[in-house]
Structure formats: structure tokens, C-alpha cells
């Protein structure tokens, strides 16, 4: 005898229905992380780092067969305005260039900044014995003898966030402070120089 074929709207395969309830809950997942992460952002409303130079010199200034020695001092400026973040740096380097050449290199150690805090951080760059090309040379002799230099001044950081017990995974901030202008006579003050963060 044969069997009559199944009626329209039978029951659909288990495993169909199986995949559809997989995907709701993946969907439902997915829509209440992002909720989760816009109200966390709402109440955290994060702000963004101001970095500012606030001071610096040079100090045994030396340009001879195009090989520099100096060293280089800088005080930098580092605000957290935020109210409810506060911030690791893990590992700080800081270095300065001429006309896209690295002359001076040098770490900061590590350091906490809490909430709503201004942290001053006193940098000492010393170029040694810096071989440089002659167009570069050339022009940094010119600088010299005009009494001022303009100098890009980097800082990469490996940071980490904190809010209230939370803490993120390292992330890497860069700061470009440029042009950073700097007197070779200490008669004429420093102008402050803002910089620039990608995070």
C-alpha cells in the first residue's frame, strides 16, 4: 500500500530549526554587547589626552664632520581630563628628529595617571656622535646660526585604560608634537607646543 505524501505546513527538519535558533541567539548576543558597550561609553564619555611641550633646550651643541652632539631637554604635558578613566603607561619612549632624521632616543619610566590629573614629564635626549647627511647637516648649521631650531618631538606609548575595576588590553598611543621650536640662548623663553595623539 502506498504511503500518502505528507501534507503542506508537516513539520520542518530538526535541524533547520536548530540553525534559525542558533542564529536568534547569536543576533540577541550581538545587539546586547553593542547596548552594553554604547551605555558603558554614554557614562564613561571618554575625552581625549592633551599632550603640550612646555619647555626646552638644548644644552652642548657640537655639529663637527657632520656628527652631532647635544642634548636636548624637554618638559612634557600630559592631561587627563577624564572623570571616570584613568590610565596605565606601561612603556614610554620618547625621541626627537631633525628634518625626519632620529637624533635622540630615550625611555620614560613607567607611570599611573589617575582621573582629572596633570603629569609632567622631564625628558633628557642626548644625541651622540650622530652621523647626518649633508643636506641635513647643512641645514641644521643654518638653524644654528639663524639662534633657534625647529624639532619634531615623538612619543609611542603602550597603554592601558581603567574604569573603576576594569582594566583593557594594551593599546599604542602616538604623540607627534611638531614643530617644536627651540633657542639656542636661554635668554629668549620657550613657546608651548601642542601635539598630536592617534589612539
Same mark, same amino acid.
Not at 558597550?37 to 564619555?45: D, G, K, Q
Given at each position: 500500500?502506498?504511503?500518502?505524501?505528507?501534507?503542506?505546513?508537516?513539520?520542518?527538519?530538526?535541524?533547520?530549526?536548530?540553525?534559525?535558533?542558533?542564529?536568534?541567539?547569536?543576533?540577541?548576543?550581538?545587539?546586547?554587547?553593542?547596548?552594553?558597550?554604547?551605555?558603558?561609553?554614554?557614562?564613561?564619555?571618554?575625552?581625549?589626552?592633551?599632550?603640550t611641550i612646555e619647555d626646552g633646550s638644548i644644552h652642548g651643541f657640537n655639529l663637527t664632520n657632520?656628527?652631532?652632539?647635544?642634548?636636548?631637554?624637554? !618638559?612634557?604635558? *600630559? /592631561?587627563?581630563?577624564? $572623570?571616570?578613566?584613568?590610565?596605565?603607561? =606601561?612603556?614610554?619612549? !620618547?625621541?626627537? *628628529? /631633525?628634518?625626519?632624521? $632620529?637624533?635622540?632616543?630615550?625611555?620614560? =619610566?613607567?607611570?599611573?595617571?589617575?582621573?582629572?590629573?596633570?603629569?609632567?614629564?622631564?625628558?633628557?635626549?642626548?644625541?651622540?656622535?650622530?652621523?647626518?647627511?649633508?643636506?641635513?647637516?647643512?641645514?641644521?648649521?643654518?638653524e644654528r646660526s639663524a639662534g633657534e631650531v625647529e624639532l619634531d618631538v615623538r612619543v609611542k606609548?603602550?597603554?592601558?585604560?581603567?574604569?573603576?575595576?576594569?582594566?583593557?588590553?594594551?593599546?599604542?598611543?602616538?604623540?607627534?608634537?611638531?614643530?617644536?621650536?627651540?633657542?639656542?640662548?636661554?635668554?629668549?623663553?620657550?613657546?608651548?607646543t601642542y601635539c598630536d595623539i592617534d589612539l
Amino acid at each position: 500500500m502506498a504511503v500518502p505524501p505528507a501534507p503542506p505546513g508537516a513539520a520542518k527538519p530538526r535541524h533547520s530549526i536548530l540553525v534559525r535558533t542558533i542564529a536568534i541567539v547569536l543576533l540577541a548576543l550581538i545587539v546586547l554587547v553593542g547596548l552594553s558597550v554604547l551605555i558603558i561609553w554614554l557614562a564613561v564619555r571618554p575625552k581625549k589626552l592633551v599632550y603640550t611641550i612646555e619647555d626646552g633646550s638644548i644644552h652642548g651643541f657640537n655639529l663637527t664632520n657632520n656628527h652631532l652632539n647635544a642634548t636636548f631637554n624637554f !618638559v612634557i604635558r *600630559s /592631561y587627563n581630563p577624564n $572623570t571616570k578613566v584613568s590610565f596605565y603607561y =606601561d612603556e614610554v619612549e !620618547v625621541s626627537v *628628529s /631633525y628634518d625626519d632624521e $632620529t637624533v635622540a632616543f630615550n625611555t620614560v =619610566d613607567p607611570f599611573f595617571q589617575p582621573r582629572r590629573n596633570v603629569t609632567h614629564l622631564g625628558v633628557k635626549l642626548v644625541a651622540q656622535d650622530v652621523g647626518l647627511f649633508g643636506a641635513v647637516a647643512k641645514d641644521l648649521r643654518l638653524e644654528r646660526s639663524a639662534g633657534e631650531v625647529e624639532l619634531d618631538v615623538r612619543v609611542k606609548a603602550k597603554i592601558r585604560f581603567k574604569v573603576g575595576v576594569w582594566k583593557s588590553r594594551h593599546r599604542t598611543m602616538w604623540i607627534l608634537c611638531s614643530p617644536t621650536l627651540v633657542h639656542f640662548s636661554s635668554s629668549k623663553s620657550f613657546e608651548r607646543t601642542y601635539c598630536d595623539i592617534d589612539l
